[in-house]
């Protein structure tokens, strides 16, 4: 089931990327942090392509496996406590354990992307959390997350994890955390076959 999991969000999320056809699942292991995915892309880009164009410098895409790292934290988060169940009071619990990262945590979304937001502040407090990070807002805008805060320094990791959060997004149910695709139908929203109801698949896709 995580694998699986794993596997339906990966596909989407790196499609028209090179190398994405290489990922694999080898396990899904223990771990403190929940059921761990223990993935392989051996062809995945494992750096932003960085190029200069005159004055300015072109930053490609968020690295591969800078995404499936995260995912795999995600999963193991919305697993480590068996069938995943995400309670009414899931905005104040995470802000709570997570009050460094989120301030008072006023998240503006679905509660399906509780572990998404769980995961990447997990990532950023063991990488340890830029000076002066400040959570602004977290909401969700044309079908996926929008992570806005200030910083007194530059952090590549933390600027790479917003970055990760907002794709991944776009292929999480923003219900119940399950494999999902931006649907149209009244305003865009990412939902999976069950609570879509009705909803198309933007662009067919």
């Known amino acids: 089931m995580i694998a699986e999991e794993f596997l339906s969000i990966a596909g989407p999320a790196l499609r028209h990327h090179r190398g994405a056809d290489s990922v694999t699942v080898l ?49 193991a988060c919305r697993w480590r406590d068996g069938a995943p169940r995400c309670p009414p009071d899931w905005q104040q619990r995470l802000a709570r ?30 990488h340890g959390i830029a000076d002066g990070f400040h959570t602004t807002q977290m909401k969700e805008k044309f079908g996926s997350a929008r992570w806005y ?23 999480i149910c923003e219900e119940c955390g399950k494999p999902g695709r931006v649907r149209q139908g009244g305003w865009l929203r990412c939902l999976c076959p069950e609570h879509a109801n009705g909803r198309r698949v933007v662009g067919g896709g």
Do not use: I, M
């Open 27 to 75: 396990a899904v292991e223990p771990s403190p942090h929940g059921p761990l995915v223990r993935w392989q892309g051996p062809l995945l880009a494992v750096e932003r392509e960085r190029r200069a164009d005159g004055p300015s410098t072109f930053v490609g895409p968020l690295p591969r496996p800078f995404l499936l790292d995260l995912l795999a934290r995600v999963l």
């Open 97 to 126: 354990r997570h009050r460094r990262v989120f301030g008072q945590g006023c998240f503006e979304c679905g509660p399906g992307w509780k572990w998404l937001w769980e995961g990447a502040a997990e990532l950023l407090r063991e």
């Open 149 to 171: 805060y200030d910083a007194n320094e530059d952090c590549e990791y933390t600027a790479n994890t917003v970055d990760a959060v907002e794709h991944l997004s776009a292929y």
